[in-house]
């Protein structure tokens, strides 16, 4: 009795083991595929944080930012320290010709050694320090815009994946149901054929559309593990995480009035058309540089040294001696008459440039946001034109499919209606799901994405 009570004990000591190490085993499966319950929202702002071009976008505007920093910090003055020491070999002295040679110690010392310290401050120089600042500015300026439309362009291409991903799994549901149909339809006609009142072509045609229908689901499925792959990389997540969709096809959308704000402030809140201000503010800042070389400029420097020997007085000494001075000094480029009389010129033929390019820029933005508010109100109508469909057509297919057996309608008539059935299904979910990508669009072309 004893024995076999140990033999249960060590039999349940043996059970909790396992069981212990399958639960500690189940967070490393778990990683192995994790899964990632995700909303829209979720989705697009973890884009634009997480999207390794976004990050690079953002280390771009990080430099930009230093070159601001490095352009203010040269209106500084300028201080250079140095030092340096000689060593002097003897003279060499050459007389009638190179025929009476002698050598004799540099006087007053074979050594000679300077250390000094000097700066120079710019006062004025046409504006061209001005120049540089507000042109690496706007620099820093427009890095920063194409950061945030970077992110943006990340984030609608997410938002595309995401309804994708939705639209897919919409799909796969319908499929799913249309298999179990066809399943049903295709046991019910063994059972008519077998009481011989259908042929077997009818058969053989049910076997066929089941078989079309499971074909339809395997690559319903391989296109659901590409967008999710898709989707992974976007949002620079693990290779093996599987994207759980918490939103629907069925999501709230805004209504079309409240968009009009949108299409209204495009001309001024577009990416494009923000990046192609601070080009032409570059540009203008650029003019202003090339004008500063038609002006004088004026600066304070000075400088103080120790020296070894003493080479001011005449013969010189053997001694050290430091010495300083404090100066103003101006200059004026002559020749900058006629050298930047064409750089100016051309300069201002590349504003104009610009200006125009932002132009119609703005034409196009504004031509594009009026043509997706026409798309979003006609994706808004097709929702609800397809919303009445389908109740029209699942009635249809529950008729045709009474008909077919009681003898009354054919089997291409009941395949038809079960495919008109899951068409409407399918076209509804595309429809929404267009609806929502075209109000993301909008949001990007518009500056707010």
Avoid: W
């Amino acid at each position: 009795m004893k024995i076999i009570l140990f033999r249960h004990a060590t039999s349940r000591l043996t059970g909790i083991i396992l069981c212990l190490v399958f639960v500690c085993q189940l967070p490393v499966l778990a990683q192995q595929n994790p899964v990632y319950p995700l909303s829209l929202q979720q989705a697009v702002s973890l884009a634009k944080i997480q999207n390794k071009q976004v990050q690079a976008a953002k280390s771009e505007e990080s430099a930009s930012d230093a070159d601001f920093k490095d352009a203010k910090a040269a209106a500084l003055p300028t201080i250079l320290a140095s030092g340096d020491y000689q060593r002097f070999s003897s003279l060499t002295l050459y007389s009638h010709g190179l025929s009476d040679v002698r050598s004799v110690p540099k006087r007053p010392t074979s050594n000679g050694d300077d250390l000094g310290v000097s700066a120079n401050f710019n006062l004025y120089a046409g504006g061209r320090q001005k120049a540089f600042e507000t042109e690496q500015s706007s620099k820093k300026d427009l890095a920063a815009v194409s950061t945030q439309e970077q992110a943006g362009s990340v984030s609608l291409q997410s938002a595309a994946q995401y309804l994708d991903l939705i639209r897919l799994n919409d799909q796969k549901r319908f499929i799913d149901e249309q298999i179990i149909r066809a399943e049903t339809r295709l046991k019910n006609i063994n059972a008519l054929y077998r009481n011989q009142k259908v042929t077997r072509s009818d058969v053989l045609r049910a076997e066929l559309n089941l078989s079309a229908v499971n074909l339809n689901l395997d690559k319903v499925q391989n296109d659901i593990a590409i967008s999710n792959q898709k989707l992974n990389v976007l949002l620079n997540l693990p290779d093996s995480t599987r994207i759980i969709t918490t939103d629907s096809a069925a999501m709230p959308r805004p209504i079309v009035d409240t968009l009009l704000g949108l299409v209204t402030t495009t001309a001024v809140n577009a990416y494009a058309i923000r990046k192609s201000s601070e080009s032409i503010r570059i540009q203008e800042a650029r003019i202003k540089g090339v004008k500063s070389n038609f002006f004088p400029t004026a600066s304070l420097y000075s400088a103080y040294g120790f020296s070894y020997p003493n080479t001011i007085f005449y013969p010189p000494v053997d001694q050290g001696y430091s010495i300083g001075f404090v100066g103003f000094k101006i200059q004026y480029n002559i020749s900058s008459i006629y050298q930047n009389k064409h750089k100016t010129s051309a300069s201002r033929i590349r504003l104009q440039e610009l200006e125009f390019v932002k132009q119609n820029i703005s034409d196009n933005i504004k031509q594009e946001a009026g043509s997706l508010l026409i798309k979003y109100r006609e994706a808004l109508n097709r929702i609800a034109v397809t919303q009445k469909s389908i109740e029209q057509a699942r009635v249809n297919y529950k008729i045709v499919s009474a008909k077919y057996f009681n003898q009354l309608a054919l089997l291409t008539d009941l395949l038809d209606a079960d495919n008109l059935y899951q068409e409407t299904r399918y076209n509804l979910v595309q429809a929404e799901t267009s609806a929502q990508f075209i109000y993301y669009r909008l949001l990007f072309t518009s500056g707010k994405l």
